[in-house]
């Protein structure tokens, strides 16, 4: 299909800023993920060249920054000589998948009003009776498709430049960075592909002594490194027909109090989904050897009915 140019959003009107509500149809759930259609997931398929499988996903056990999540509970039991296990878990605790009910357009339409996807409403987001733009949505129509590598950690290091601050929003990622990567890399965007944006966070969070850890924890603001907030950024996905994105820090973009967040519009206004924390250090390094970027990307996330988030169960296929 053509996609509305991104000067007609937002669609649903009155609605909230940059919305795509209606695209796909009053009642669609998949969002951004219509975009993934057979001839996407076969152009992932054609980059697959070595045969090369890399995992990109953190251990479930990540101990986190975040002090309303909990880290992973895990017992083993053990009965007639055979060992079952339990695991208790925040889906969001690792590496994650947000899915389209986890964060809505806040104040809308007034002060203290929340509204998620094409309308929903913020008693059915948080009803798990109700399974409207629930996460079981992602295995239905699984996230898999051609998906390329913007490695800004490394542009960065190549021309000199000072690392991004992984704790502070202090240094966000502006679109003539993500624009200047891709076209040293090679990449060119069509509709369906997934964007994968590497910071160099997992490396620095990997430094952190519990002392420090401890410290940001206790932050009102849990400021982080990401890409820049504003309508430039938002164009910039919607005209390159992103199905989804995903990056190895805590929220793609920077965590800052700014104005509208990038969560807000691709959440809730378009349906994108958001990867976060996904471990991209292997993935960098072969890319960088193999000297390409692209590749065929598959996820299976958790089978739960109005699931709000969920490990991805992903890996990179090159």
Not at 174 to 182: E, F, G, K, Q, R
């Amino acid at each position: 299909m053509t996609l509305p140019s991104f000067d007609d959003l937002p669609l649903k009107r009155p609605g909230p800023p940059y919305n795509a509500w209606g695209l796909f149809g009053d009642d669609d759930e998949l969002g951004r993920l219509n975009l993934i259609t057979p001839e996407s997931v076969k152009r992932g398929r054609d980059e697959i060249k070595e045969g090369i499988v890399i995992n990109l996903n953190m251990p479930l056990s990540l101990t986190t920054l975040h002090p309303a999540r909990p880290e992973l509970k895990h017992t083993i039991n053990h009965r007639n000589n055979c060992n079952d296990d339990f695991v208790n878990l925040n889906t969001q605790t690792s590496t994650q998948w947000d899915g389209f009910r986890h964060y809505p357009y806040q104040n809308y339409p007034e002060k203290g009003q929340y509204v998620y996807y094409n309308g929903q409403t913020s008693e059915e987001a948080k009803d798990p009776n109700v399974h409207r733009n629930g996460i079981q949505n992602f295995v239905k129509h699984p996230i898999t498709s051609r998906a390329h590598l913007l490695d800004i950690a490394r542009y960065l290091k190549l021309h000199n430049r000072p690392p991004l601050e992984s704790f502070a929003s202090t240094t966000p990622i502006p679109v003539s960075d993500l624009d200047a990567c891709a076209k040293e890399e090679g990449v060119e965007f069509l509709p369906g592909d997934i964007l994968v944006l590497r910071t160099g966070h997992t490396e620095n969070a990997e430094k952190l002594t519990a002392e420090d850890r401890e410290e940001l924890a206790k932050r009102s603001l849990r400021e982080t490194c990401g890409l820049d907030q504003g309508e430039d950024v938002l164009r910039w996905h919607w005209e390159n027909g992103i199905a989804a994105v995903v990056s190895d820090n805590p929220a793609y973009e920077t965590v800052s109090p700014k104005g509208l967040q990038l969560h807000q519009v691709f959440l809730a206004g378009w349906g994108m989904p958001i990867g976060e924390l996904f471990d991209l250090r292997e993935l960098a390094a072969t890319c960088e050897r193999l000297g390409r970027w692209s590749f065929l990307f598959t996820s299976m996330p958790l089978y739960v009915n109005a699931g709000i988030a969920s490990p991805p169960n992903a890996q990179a296929i090159i």
